[in-house]
């Protein structure tokens, strides 16, 4: 049965190394999935942001902006405009789920991956405070338990897995 294992964490870099981690243990782009809150709006620049718009998720290299940046991580890269939240950075297959919101924002593009509404909610109230989510489709359990270990090694503070 598959399951979805989501991971909050704090900093980009520690969002990267997990996902680099789960790369190397032969999890691809169609498993990981990434959501995070792109203060800049994907336009680059200094200030007040919180430096994805400069920053490639998948090896941390500069890029000229936040969707060129993670198209190198996750196939389905792209910045949306979130209702409640405002812009994102979506990867993976949440990136399509997402696409198209008008109502429901990112708990309602949740629920189509197990993720219970309520929990939707919560999830994306720390997105909106500049948590990342890292989200993994794993096949079965084994799988499931390999890549929360995997987020908790890599400083995910928080680690859930949802039938």
């Known amino acids: 049965m598959s399951q979805t294992v989501v991971g909050l964490f704090r900093s980009k870099e520690q969002a990267e190394e997990a996902i680099r981690e789960l790369k190397n243990r032969d999890f691809d782009d169609e498993e990981i999935s990434l959501i995070a809150k792109d203060d800049e709006g994907g336009k680059g620049g200094k200030g007040g942001g919180t430096g994805y718009e400069n920053q490639n998720l998948a090896d941390g290299t500069a890029t000229g902006g936040a969707v060129g940046g993670i198209a190198g991580l996750l196939a389905g890269a792209g910045a949306l405009l979130i209702p409640g939240i405002g812009p994102i ?3 993976g297959p949440l990136a399509g789920a997402l696409t198209g919101i008008v109502t429901g924002g990112i708990a309602g593009g949740l629920i189509d991956y197990g993720i219970p509404e309520e929990e939707g909610e919560r999830l ?7 948590r990342i989510l890292v989200a993994v489709e794993a096949d079965d359990e084994e799988l499931a338990e390999d890549c929360a270990s995997v987020f908790r090694e890599n400083g995910s503070d928080e680690v859930k897995i949802h039938d």
């Open 89 to 91: 950075i979506a990867a």
């Open 124 to 130: 994306e109230q720390e997105l909106h405070k500049g």
